[in-house]
């Protein structure tokens, strides 16, 4: 396993962490110069924050900065109560693979939905098995496209909690599953991304990691499991703060010979996200190097 205590060179951060600066929204070109004045070498960015500072520009300073993606946030929300949903989904969604191709990710991020309408708080349906099936269709769809284009997807397994609004596959299993049925080959154009936020719990975290190994581990996620937990969405936590053994996880993933970044992604709108913007980065920093 790397040892980290002694640089940040294998440090990303998830630009959704500081998102805010003392709770006012902080702009993506910001963020970057931010980041750059910190030696920070990644970043994976959020398509709203992308479509707010303008592609073009945001590319342009990506390359003159010098900075990698270790992901970009996100594509996926396959599941559609008809079929001009379903086509709206996939317009979409091919339309991320080409931002992530302008962006030089290293992959797509995947959140795939669940019952269409609940995240609105009006479920079309009680059927998840359908979700889970379109899931399955509306990936096999875009996996072609991506695979044209030459960018990876990486489907996240969201945390059980999400399983009706964000993310009906909730387990690395699941998502391994689908990976198999769509990719059996192994070829590295699909494969997980793995937070430790949404898996740490999972009693075969381990054996689906060792199933993943090094072809389909395409990202990996750090923060903390708060006790108690005041948000569902929005009150992660620092690493270090909380329950997770992350070094135990990220010891099992670089076991299978990943070799990327570790990408902090901290949603806290009652603590991180209220605090400056330079306080959030150096901490993470920090416990990057102590925690992870
Ligand atoms: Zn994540």
């Known amino acids: 396993m790397r040892d980290f205590s002694g640089d940040h060179r294998w440090l990303s951060i998830n630009t959704a962490t500081v998102r805010f ?11 970057l110069d931010a980041y750059a004045k910190r ?3 990644a970043i994976s960015p959020w398509r709203d ?4 500072a303008g592609l073009t520009a945001i590319s342009r300073q990506v390359r003159a900065l010098g900075f990698e ?3 970009y946030c996100r594509g996926g929300m396959f599941p559609a109560a008809d079929e001009a949903g379903r ?11 080409d931002e992530a191709c302008e962006l030089g990710a290293a992959c797509l991020v995947l959140v795939v939905g669940g019952l269409p309408g609940a995240l609105e708080g009006h479920a079309a349906h009680k059927d998840i098995g359908l979700s889970r099936r379109q899931v399955e269709d509306g990936i096999g769809r875009l996996l072609e496209y991506a695979r044209s284009a030459g960018m990876p997807l990486a489907i996240e397994p969201l945390h059980p909690m999400y399983a009706a609004d964000r993310a009906c596959i909730n387990t690395m299993e699941q998502a391994l599953d689908v990976c198999d049925a769509l990719d059996p080959e192994s070829t590295g154009a699909l494969g997980v991304a793995c937070d430790v936020y949404h898996v740490w719990w999972d009693p075969k975290l381990e054996a689906q ?3 993943a190994g090094q072809q ?3 990202a990996f996620h750090v923060c903390d499991w708060l006790t108690p937990t005041r948000d569902l969405l929005n009150d992660r936590g620092m690493m270090g703060d909380g329950v997770i053994d992350i070094p135990r996880i990220r010891g099992w993933v670089e076991g299978q010979g990943f070799a990327g970044y570790s990408e902090v992604e901290i949603f806290s709108t009652g603590n991180w996200w209220k605090r400056d913007i330079a306080e959030t980065l150096d901490t993470c920093i920090a416990r990057h190097k102590s925690a992870v």
């Open 216 to 218: 389909r581990l395409l």
């Open 21 to 31: 600066s003392q709770g006012r929204a902080v702009s993506l070109d910001a963020i």
């Open 87 to 97: 086509q709206a989904a996939d317009d979409d969604n091919r339309r991320a693979v």
């Open 49 to 52: 924050q992308v479509a707010a």
């Open 209 to 211: 990691i060792a199933r």
């Open 69 to 71: 993606l270790s992901g």
């Open 39 to 41: 030696g920070i070498r």
